[in-house]
DNA sequence: GCCGTTTTCGGCCCGACTGTTTTCAGTCG
């Protein structure tokens, strides 16, 4: 029973409470349990197999969710779960998918139709049965069987550099209404999560101007779910749901924090404002008693108005940063500008698509100060992996190349594989020779978490790897992570003096914030690196820079924002291990 | 069910849109 597994279970506790109409804010302690477990960096079970009582350091875990967590490592089950699965079909949750079903509907049709699925929804709506039941007519028909297909050809959350392929055009669209004042990406695009389920965007402008009807109107759009004169819901033809909100420019403020989100960030800012006697809502922060508007131009402002200096978008997911913020310690975060170099990427001669020379002209056009050349190891044979001759000989290569450089350094590495054994992919004296070595599991996903621990540790002790490149394999929405033991792996990282790499490659972005996170709380240094296989993806940096400020990241906890000569003096000092 | 710089009891975010209603319930974010 993983994290996932345990936080399902809570979520399903959540919903079918719901749908028989419990107390909502029971509903609630589940869902924001499940919200928190969902998030954890450490897995529960092995919380609960060191020191139970750890559990009572978990935020929005009480007393009965406590017992709930331990029964479920020990047995596996949750019996209060069991027992709600027998009062009510499970197919009711699948229900809840449709939307604008929510827990009351599916009551009501379960206890009047004895609906239990959505092939039995679709039938009694295409039969005309459900304008039956109180406050369902025909339209209600139509907007659900409208739901279903959609359901059906739903295609889940979207990787966040998709989403902004997706948003960018309509929000220079939205830029050219006449009237419209600004056009800003809102929610979980703003907070540059990694992947979105739908994308907000806010739009101040004059009064009058039609920006709801131009925005139903754009092109792409496939179906439109709601239009009224503030908020507007569509479908685009590529499944991505867009929501606008248009508002006047004295609430900018106000509105961007509203909608940016995340719902417990916000849930907590406005549990906060109520206790200081205040009322925050889309509009503005009001005094609770006299209705005074007290702020809203800008979220500075609002953040002000609450106590609060600005909080990043990205820290937004009520994980710490309002007491941080509260007490003055909120991290100053890692920017753009901050990156020295780029430490991980592909030329012609493994797998990448230009040479040494044309992948440093595009870097020293970004302005590094530095690359590392690391291409694969022989193992990777598809990839056309470097064996131990052919690495040498680009050692002399690169050489050559700095030798005309000026103000500018190719690093000479690999990205070495990680076999099976944890042994490494080329002889040690080999590796010596470079000024990098990243080292990465590309095979043999399917071991336990202690195997897989167990391989990297030991790739980790050979005192000859300086970074572990994507250190969970995952992709996103394609491949889970393996599984892995991430609080030891970075014990052993701090360790033997190890750097974690965060692979800016939107597919992966692998390690993910919460791991980042934990390696920020542990001590660990990470590297976001790009794993280039052509010029352009150095431009990724940008998805690592935002998963790095997910994560916490400031600049000192970051390899490549020191400059080279740093760079050279860590890697010589970790390689001696 | 969780939580505590008013509290161990009594709170728990706030507003828009829709479809069905003659004044509102349900859903969503």
Not at 297 to 302: A, I, P
Not at 334 to 356: A, N
Not at 497 to 505: A, D, K, T
Request: aromatic letters at 6%; charged letters at 30%.
């Amino acid at each position: 029973m993983e994290n996932a597994d345990i936080a399902k279970i809570f979520e399903d506790i959540a919903d079918l409470l719901e749908i028989k109409n419990e107390n909502p804010f029971r509903v609630r302690s589940y869902r924001n349990a499940a919200l928190i477990i969902s998030g954890l960096p450490e897995s529960l079970r092995s919380i609960v197999e060191r020191n139970e009582q750890e559990l009572k350091n978990i935020p929005k875990v009480g007393k009965s969710i406590h017992e709930k967590i331990v029964e479920i490592i020990k047995t596996g089950k949750c019996k209060f779960h069991d027992e709600l699965f027998k009062e009510l079909p499970p197919g009711l949750l699948d229900l809840l998918e449709v939307s604008g079903i929510g827990p009351k509907k599916v009551q009501l049709l379960y206890d009047k139709l004895g609906i239990e699925s959505v092939e039995e929804l679709e039938k009694a709506a295409k039969e005309g049965r459900l304008r039956e039941l109180p406050h369902m007519g025909e339209k209600t028909e139509e907007k659900i069987l409208k739901a279903i297909q959609e359901l059906k050809s739903h295609k889940g959350r979207f990787r966040i550099s998709l989403a902004i392929s997706y948003a960018e055009p309509l929000i220079e669209y939205l830029k050219k209404i006449p009237g419209v004042t600004e056009v800003e990406p809102a929610g979980s695009l703003r907070r540059w999560k990694d992947t979105i389920g739908d994308v907000d965007i806010l739009v101040t402008c004059k009064k009058g101007a039609s920006v709801m009807d131009k925005f139903v109107k754009y092109p792409e759009v496939k179906d439109v779910l709601s239009k009224g004169e503030t908020k507007s819901t569509v479908i685009l033809k590529c499944n991505l749901q867009v929501d606008v909100r248009a508002l006047e420019g004295k609430s900018f403020g106000a509105a961007l924090q509203y909608f940016t989100g995340s719902k417990a960030h916000n849930i907590a800012i406005r549990d906060r404002a109520k206790k200081m006697g205040l009322k925050v809502s889309e509009y503005g922060v009001f005094d609770e008693k006299t209705d005074k508007r007290l702020a809203g131009k800008t979220e500075e402002d609002v953040y002000k108005a609450v106590g609060l200096p600005f909080i990043p978008p990205e820290l937004r997911e009520n994980l710490g940063e309002i007491e941080a913020a509260e007490k003055g310690k909120l991290p100053k975060l890692i920017e753009i500008q901050d990156i020295k170099g780029d430490l991980h990427m592909h030329t012609t001669e493994s797998d990448g698509g230009h040479t040494i020379e044309e992948m440093a002209a595009y870097a020293m056009q970004k302005g590094y100060e530095y690359i590392a050349i690391t291409e694969h190891s022989k193992a990777l044979g598809i990839t056309h992996g470097l064996d131990e001759a052919r690495v040498l000989k680009q050692i002399d290569r690169i050489d050559e190349i700095n030798r005309r450089l000026k103000n500018f350094r190719i690093l000479k590495g690999i990205e070495v594989d990680i076999k099976a054994d944890g042994s490494l992919d080329l002889d040690a004296d080999v590796l010596k020779q470079l000024d990098l070595v990243v080292a990465a599991v590309h095979s043999k996903f399917n071991m336990t978490a202690e195997e897989m621990t167990e391989r990297i540790e030991s790739a980790m002790s050979t005192g000859l790897v300086h970074i572990i490149a994507h250190p969970t394999a995952r992709i996103i929405a394609v491949r889970e992570p393996y599984p892995v033991d991430m609080p030891k792996l970075m014990q052993a990282a701090k360790k033997y003096g190890i750097i974690m790499e965060l692979n800016s490659y939107p597919e992966r972005l692998d390690l993910s914030d919460t791991y980042l996170r934990l390696a920020k709380d542990m001590g660990v240094m990470a590297a976001i690196s790009t794993d280039s296989h052509n010029r352009q993806h150095m431009d990724f940096i940008r998805f690592g820079i935002h998963t790095a400020r997910r994560g916490w990241l400031e600049k000192k906890d970051v390899l490549n924002t020191r400059p080279l000569k740093e760079v050279l003096r860590i890697l010589k000092k970790e390689a001696q291990h």
